[in-house]
């Protein structure tokens, strides 16, 4: 079972940076690290994904360690549109299947 | 729209009854997964198809839930003799490739309430 461990909710100020954690200290070589997020009633969201170095998009940024035992989902300047269920997902390239777990749930605080 | 497409978005059964939940996934896409979602929870998987073989069906409940894409494009879920346990979001979601890599597109979801 690929798990991975986030705290279960965040709050964030509005226009502030939000960090969100990810622990996934059993991840093998060939597992991806992918974030999506799921806003109220509607489907999750691909937000990015990495192996193992550093990636930023329109959307985040995802800083991978170097042991890549964790990583972090930064969303630069939060709004109250990115409130939602964020989600780190491992993904090994012989399956697949994306695995949820419960994510964490970030409030942006106006 | 050029989404994942879902219908219908809500579905009302009676306990004993047969539902289907239709999917139309992105045009050209390869891979569609169904995932069941519970209140307060993340989505679990169901099943996997790679155009119209089904390759990963292991996360199907009981024989009551079936699915097909016959013609590698629409898919549908069918339960069977629907229970109370089955009310939930089934989402469907569509990759273009076969490969693991690659953004998975999600439709916005059946809601499924058995009375």
């Known amino acids: 079972d690929a798990k991975t461990t986030q705290p279960p909710s965040m709050d964030c100020a509005e226009g502030r940076a939000a960090n969100l954690p990810c622990n996934h200290s059993?991840?093998?070589?060939?597992?991806?690290v992918y974030w999506y997020r799921q806003i109220h009633s509607q489907g999750p969201q691909y937000i990015i994904h990495?192996?193992?170095n550093n990636e930023t998009n329109e959307m985040a940024s995802l800083i991978i360690t170097e042991d890549r035992k964790s990583s972090t989902l930064i969303l630069p300047h939060a709004t109250l549109r990115d409130t939602a269920v964020y989600y780190c997902?491992?993904?090994?390239?012989?399956?697949?299947?994306?695995?949820f777990g419960t994510g964490t749930r970030l409030t942006i605080i106006p | 729209g050029a989404g994942v497409s879902q219908s219908p978005r809500y579905k009302v059964a009676k306990r004993g009854q047969d539902v289907a939940l239709r999917c139309d996934p992105i045009?050209?896409?390869?891979?569609l997964f169904w995932y069941q979602q519970a209140l307060g929870q993340g989505p679990e998987f169901l099943t996997y198809?790679?155009?119209?073989?089904?390759?990963?069906k292991s996360g199907l409940p009981s024989d009551r839930f079936f699915a097909e894409r016959p013609e590698g494009s629409v898919s549908t879920l069918k339960i069977q003799r629907t229970q109370q346990e089955d009310s939930a979001v089934f989402l469907c979601?569509?990759?273009?490739?076969?490969?693991?890599?690659?953004?998975?597109?999600f439709g916005e979801g059946s809601r499924l309430t058995v009375l």
């Open positions: 198809f790679q155009n119209e073989a089904q390759l990963d």
């Open positions: 990495g192996l193992k």
């Open positions: 997902i491992r993904l090994n390239f012989g399956n697949e299947k994306l695995t």
């Open positions: 979601a569509s990759r273009l490739g076969a490969g693991a890599d690659g953004e998975l597109f």
């Open positions: 059993t991840i093998s070589g060939n597992e991806y």
């Open positions: 045009s050209g896409h390869v891979s």
